[in-house]
């Protein structure tokens, strides 16, 4: 294939035939799918994935084949010119933990099983890409870094991609993150977010009497109908989501313990630190009456940035996706991309098919729209090759 362009227009020639040749490659993708979900990663438990990764990207012949102390895996794809380099990355983690059955159950149409769209398959586009590089003959001049981060999800903060940003000292022209779902998923902003675990406990010892008036339940209620109250603006978007709630035991036992999993998003910085400091105030207003101990801990949090609308990596991604067929669906990411463009790198979050059932044991990928995700993938990274992803100077 022409590696070498003087426009975009170029690039969206090849377009149409694209996801058709891509097809050629189904096999080592599955393949790679296959083994990379069937081994569990939780957060903070990725090293097996990890290991297998690197494993394929020796073989097939990358560089510079690591883990650094995060336990982030690493290859390199040499391009033409040393001084040039493209960060690709993909999540290792998933949200299940070892206990969980992994294995995959692949049909003629669709691959189901836990982790494979969130994202193993993201994981896969990365194992894949140099024999897809290979087999449609393209050499890039940047080099391509391939990178599978560990720690990304929950309490895991991004802390992995953060360490190998912090720790890094190659200068990275633009970053792509692969995400297995969903197509069309074009995400170039990030959201202020913070996610909290409020927690609250009980005295065992409470009297019987008391039983039906004092709980951990009742007391966690109340600090929940104290953040509904918390005035939320329309401008800047500004939500707060109640995620999970979790107490007690049992119809006749009193509670004890309860908790509560929420997170807190807004496009204004400010206003995510005001919500979070009126938390903290309701929590101290609600334990002393309910006699409860009530933490407050953030999880995980995010600040906002992005790059805009205009800039011309956002447009090359909407005039592939154009080209190919794909509705962009635009929208802000608490994902890898918001660690890379908080350092001020021009960076988007891509997806690779259609999913369902997302988070559940049944999770399922579509096969068919694969291709045209990877096409996606390899044309928005040869316009960042190609020079026609920068902002004119």
């Known amino acids: 294939m022409k590696t070498k362009f003087s426009n975009i227009d170029e690039i969206m020639d090849l377009l149409p035939a694209l996801p058709g040749q891509l097809t050629g490659i189904q096999e080592t993708l599955i393949a790679n799918l296959i083994m990379l979900s069937e081994i569990p990663a939780p957060t903070f438990q990725e090293a097996a994935r990890v290991k297998l990764l690197l494993q394929r990207m020796d073989e097939c012949g990358l560089h510079?084949?690591?883990?650094?102390?995060?336990?982030?895996?690493?290859?390199?794809?040499?391009?033409?010119?040393?001084?040039?380099?493209?960060?690709?990355?993909?999540?290792?983690?998933?949200?299940?933990?070892e206990k969980a059955d992994h294995t995959l159950s692949v049909r003629a149409d669709e691959i189901i099983g836990p982790g494979v769209a969130d994202n193993s398959l993201g994981m896969?586009?990365?194992?894949?890409?140099?024999?897809?590089?290979?087999?449609?003959?393209?050499?890039l001049d940047a080099n391509?870094?391939?990178?599978?981060?560990?720690?990304?999800?929950?309490?895991?903060?991004?802390?992995?991609?953060?360490?190998?940003?912090?720790?890094?000292?190659?200068?990275?022209?633009?970053?792509?993150?692969?995400?297995?779902?969903?197509?069309?998923?074009?995400?170039?902003?990030?959201?202020?977010?913070f996610r909290g675990l409020i927690t609250c406990k009980l005295p065992e010892e409470l009297e019987w009497q008391r039983a039906g008036q004092n709980s951990a339940i009742i007391a966690l209620n109340d600090v929940i109908n104290r953040i509904l109250e918390i005035p939320i603006p329309r401008?800047?978007?500004?939500?707060?989501?109640?995620?999970?709630?979790?107490?007690?035991?049992?119809?006749?036992?009193?509670?004890t313990q309860s908790s509560l999993r929420f997170e807190?998003?807004?496009?204004?910085?400010?206003?995510?630190?005001?919500?979070?400091?009126?938390i903290d105030s309701i929590i101290a207003d609600v334990a002393s009456p309910h006699n409860a101990d009530?933490?407050?801990?953030?999880?995980?949090?995010?600040e906002p940035g992005g790059i805009d609308v205009g800039h011309p990596l956002v447009k090359s991604c909407r005039q592939v996706m154009e080209k190919?067929?794909?509705?962009?669906?635009?929208?802000?990411?608490?994902?890898?991309?918001?660690?890379?463009?908080?350092?001020?790198?021009?960076?988007?979050?891509?997806?690779?098919?259609?999913?369902?059932n997302l988070h559940d044991l049944n999770e399922t990928?579509?096969?068919?729209?694969?291709?045209?995700?990877?096409?996606?993938?390899?044309?928005?990274?040869?316009?960042?090759?190609?020079?026609?992803?920068?902002?004119?100077?």
């Open 144 to 193: 391509l870094i391939l990178l599978g981060s560990t720690k990304g999800l929950g309490r895991g903060n991004l802390d992995g991609l953060r360490f190998f940003m912090e720790n890094n000292r190659i200068p990275f022209e633009a970053g792509i993150c692969v995400e297995g779902e969903k197509l069309g998923r074009l995400s170039y902003t990030a959201e202020g977010m």
């Open 294 to 302: 009530i933490e407050f801990s953030v999880v995980s949090s995010r």
């Open 264 to 278: 807190v998003r807004s496009q204004n910085s400010e206003i995510v630190q005001s919500i979070r400091e009126r």
């Open 64 to 97: 510079n084949v690591s883990t650094d102390e995060a336990g982030n895996g690493v290859g390199i794809i040499q391009g033409k010119n040393p001084k040039r380099n493209i960060l690709l990355v993909a999540h290792a983690d998933s949200v299940y933990s």
């Open 124 to 139: 896969a586009a990365l194992a894949t890409l140099p024999s897809i590089l290979d087999m449609l003959d393209i050499e």
């Open 235 to 255: 401008r800047p978007r500004t939500s707060i989501v109640l995620g999970a709630i979790r107490g007690g035991k049992s119809f006749n036992v009193m509670a």
């Open 324 to 356: 190919l067929g794909v509705q962009p669906t635009i929208r802000p990411s608490m994902s890898e991309v918001s660690e890379l463009i908080a350092r001020g790198l021009p960076a988007v979050a891509l997806g690779l098919t259609e999913a369902s």
């Open 365 to 393: 990928i579509r096969i068919k729209p694969i291709y045209t995700g990877l096409a996606q993938l390899l044309a928005v990274l040869l316009a960042i090759d190609g020079g026609f992803c920068n902002e004119p100077e």
